[in-house]
Nanobody, 115 residues
């Protein structure tokens, strides 16, 4: 069973930056499309960004131009660089497969954007 461990969250002021990391265990990581998801209080979990095994990326409109997803297949890690953060980015951030997030969810990492 693949384990996912997210890290890198924290409290940041509007306009600030954070870099999230997601470490995955298991084999064949490089062949899977991975996604970063987030869940704000009272809202459903949503996909924020995805990256294919070959590096093709996609973003939800609300983060385009501000977030960058990347991966290091040799380390089995997916990153999410978040710049120009806004209060509406406040959420718990998770990673998982995309489009079917059928691995066991990790604990997530809390991102809070507030002055």
């Amino acid at each position: 069973q693949v384990q996912l461990v997210e890290s890198g969250g924290g409290l940041v002021q509007p306009g600030g930056s954070l870099r999230l990391s997601c470490a995955a265990s298991g084999r064949f990581f490089s062949i899977y499309t991975m996604g970063w998801y987030r869940q704000a209080p009272g809202k459903q979990r949503e996909l924020v960004a995805s990256i294919g095994g070959g590096g093709t990326t996609n973003y939800v409109d609300s983060v385009k131009g501000r977030f960058t997803i990347s991966r290091d297949n040799s380390k089995k890690v997916v990153y999410l660089q978040m710049n120009n953060l806004k209060p509406e980015d406040t959420a718990v951030y998770y990673c998982n497969r995309h489009p079917t997030p059928d691995w066991v969810w990790g604990q997530g990492t809390q991102v809070t954007v507030s002055s």
